[in-house]
């Protein structure tokens, strides 16, 4: 009979049930894993495409004839990567984390993820706002330079049904409504989506593309980019 590691269970470190269903952090081995109702959303193995995801919309704002201290939105507080890696760049003005899991903030502001993100949280700079993605972009009075959308597993691949939307024409409107004029909207995603590359013209999306970040194993992850109509 094979032995088993102890880093070979994972270990659950806080389990809640929230307004979308159950979100649960565990450590395995070295990492930490969010899993949202029963499916695996994200560890902190690597975050390339995470990190790449902000610096990407940073590029596209720099060719597009750039702006002092734009300010960014971020779609999805997650493990942490792509807030922490917007904070350590001072081309940065206001970055904004909306996040509708009040498990994943606390992770974060007094949890395991803090080791992640607290510098990023300590940073004037940042704001973290509770709430659902869609209804943040349909009511703010405010607008941002870029938007970096880091939500479930991208346009084609969602866990939680309702997040469908936020990649439907609708969900769009909102995005390019949140948007200054020139403004960059960069979409991670799991796997490439040309239906969503087509999506996004149809919604009025400009220079539309989309750049691939190998991984160890399977697809690669993507980051979609356009820049938002008017």
Known sequence: MPITSSHDVPEVLDRREGPHGEVVLRRHGALLQIIANGCFLMDTSDGRSER???????????????????????GGLGVGFSLAHAAADPRWGRIAVVERERAVIDWHRAGPLAELSAEALADPRTEVVESDLVRYVNETSDTYDALCLDIDNGPGWTVTEDNDGLYAPAGLA?????????????????????????TLRNAGF???????????????????????PG
């Open 174 to 198: 909102g995005c390019a409504r949140v948007l200054r004029p020139g403004g960059v909207l960069a979409v991670w995603s799991a796997q490439p989506s040309p239906e969503f590359e087509e």
């Open 52 to 74: 790449r995801l902000v610096d990407a919309a940073a590029e596209a704002l720099t060719a597009s004839g750039g702006r002092p201290k734009p300010h960014l939105l971020i």
């Open 206 to 228: 400009q220079q539309v593309r989309t750049e691939e970040i190998p991984v160890a194993r399977g697809v690669p992850d993507v980051v979609h980019l356009a820049v938002g």
